[in-house]
């Protein structure tokens, strides 16, 4: 296995390098008229209509669902009735300068409005307000912080932060962006408080540090989980790119608590909580104890034009390990686990939406849980708030999530741990824009395996199909239809995978109206 993942890491090298030597610059240094402005404004809206057979069972979750199929979060599959609703949600982003700073210091704050039609009214808290009579209480804050640009070397963010696995600036860089490049947001994406400075010290090399305190829990106590990164990439065309990455993490929140103190409600946080049947991720067999862990991520990735504005081919990929101790009172576990990643687009027709792409990721599992004192499996940011990655950049629906959702974010395989069994799944993608940049239509297949069964079943988790059609009357304005089918297969023939039932769930399905519009 420690082959297998140098040869991983070595063909990444290769690739990269292999690819010629023009070197650009970096987008973040383009002035443009609106940052001259002292206040800016980007806002996101999004309407969303669906009709899916799955829902939770559980009548206090309101609606508001994130995890896997069939986990903590109750949720079933149903061959009789469906789930029909509207959601809708609006983000807006405020940055501020005054002119007297010269871009020297910004003030930038991003805010989240969601719910579901008729959901309540005239009352407070987060996801709701969308009742007869409406007046709730509802805007929750997803960042706050400062952005310091001194010169053109260095942005250094420091607050409650957008943390991405990515080199990337996070403010001026697209989502389309961010889901082919680095490590795609399937190791960490969410926000968290804390210091990033990415420093460019000539137009073709990157490096970003950062340091992120995920919890403090109780100030007088050493019961805190401390993130520290390191990114350095380096371009090796116009079109090419290779980074290296390491990250630390340490865990000692569990310290009066086994489940972890703070946390998402009353589930705890971290490797022994109950936010892991709900993200569909490892969880520790740890009982009562508690532990402290040490964790670290070693990774590689590249990138060559993926999103095929330069040429008719675009690669990316990355691979990482996970490594570290995880200790209690009675024993000491050993963490090794493995995850890779190959994307390959081709553009046969006259825009980059006329593309053709295959998406493989694979990730290690573990056979015996940790009773044999080791984890051979990975580990990602959603074993600590829920969701910290999320992997939906593959055009799949119902095998792996998507990221056009409000109060519902859920999938067969929500992360690529894919609960400590592993993960192995390939997408294929067809698009072609039918009028060019207006209309598009485009058609999915997925198949995913589980390198390790559960108990009572099989590898075979199952079989997508989905197709869609883009409609874009208006710059950055979308109408979407999309409808997705999920045969599953023997992995769900077990108790531990399926929710507890006796046979296999009815195969999932959904159809979805999209409304989206980005607003400058």
Wanted: with cysteine; hydrophobic share 35%; aromatic share 16%.
């Amino acid at each position: 296995m420690h082959k297998l993942f140098v040869y991983s890491i070595l063909m990444v090298c290769f690739v990269g390098i292999s690819i010629g030597q023009t070197l650009p610059v970096w987008p973040e240094g383009r002035e443009t008229i609106r940052e001259k402005k002292e206040l800016t404004f980007i806002g996101y809206y999004l309407t969303r209509y669906e009709a899916i057979n799955v829902g939770p069972t559980n009548e206090f979750l309101k609606g508001q669902v994130v995890g896997r199929f069939y986990g903590g979060n109750t949720t079933k599959s149903y061959s009789d009735k469906y789930s029909n609703y509207l959601e809708q949600r609006f983000l807006g982003m405020l940055s501020y300068s005054p002119r007297l700073f010269d871009g020297w210091a910004r003030m930038r704050m991003a805010f989240e409005l969601d719910w579901t039609w008729g959901d309540a009214n005239y009352g407070a808290g987060g996801n709701f307000g969308g009742a007869f009579g409406a007046d709730f209480v509802n805007m929750q804050t997803q960042n706050l912080f400062m952005e310091f640009h001194p010169n053109k070397h260095w942005y250094v963010n420091l607050g409650l932060l957008r943390f991405y696995d990515n080199t990337s600036v996070p403010y001026y860089t697209g989502t389309s962006e961010l889901l082919t490049t680095g490590y795609r947001l399937s190791l960490f994406a969410s926000d968290a408080s804390g210091l990033s400075a990415h420093y460019s010290p000539n137009s073709y090399r990157h490096i970003k540090a950062g340091a992120y305190q995920l919890y403090e829990n109780n100030v007088e106590q050493n019961d805190d989980v401390f993130l520290f990164e390191l990114d350095v990439e380096q371009d090796l065309s116009i079109k090419s790119t290779l980074g290296l990455t390491v990250y630390h993490l340490r865990d000692y929140g569990s310290s009066q608590s086994s489940a972890g103190e703070g946390g998402v409600s009353i589930l705890g946080q971290g490797l022994n909580s109950l936010l892991a049947p709900y993200n569909g991720v490892f969880q520790f067999n740890l009982g009562n104890e508690t532990y402290n862990a040490k964790l670290w991520w070693f990774g590689a990735h590249f990138d060559s034009d993926p999103l095929l504005e330069q040429g008719r081919l675009g690669l990316s990929g990355f691979a990482y390990t996970t490594r570290g101790l995880v200790s209690t009172a009675t024993r000491d576990i050993d963490v090794a686990g493995y995850a890779a990643n190959l994307r390959m687009a081709y553009k046969y027709g006259k825009t980059n939406r006329d593309r053709i792409v295959l998406d493989g990721i694979y990730s290690t599992g573990d056979v015996e849980n940790v009773d044999d004192g080791k984890y051979t499996g990975v580990l990602t940011g959603n074993n600590w708030t829920s969701p910290g990655a999320v992997f939906f950049g593959t055009g799949l629906y119902l095998l792996l999530p998507h990221g056009d959702v409000v109060n519902r974010y859920y999938a067969s395989t929500i992360d690529i741990q894919n609960m400590g069994y592993g993960l192995a799944a390939g997408v294929a993608q067809v698009s072609y824009d039918i009028v060019p940049y207006k209309l598009r239509a485009e058609a999915n297949l997925g198949y995913g395996m589980s390198p390790v069964a559960p108990l009572g079943g099989g590898n075979f988790m199952g079989f997508e199909k989905n197709v869609g059609v883009v409609y874009t009357p208006k710059v950055f304005f979308d109408i979407e239809m999309h409808a997705a089918h999920l045969s599953l297969g023997d992995f769900y023939d077990s108790s531990l995978t399926n929710g507890g039932i006796t046979e296999r769930p009815p195969d999932p399905w959904t159809f979805i109206l999209l409304l989206k519009w980005i607003m400058f």
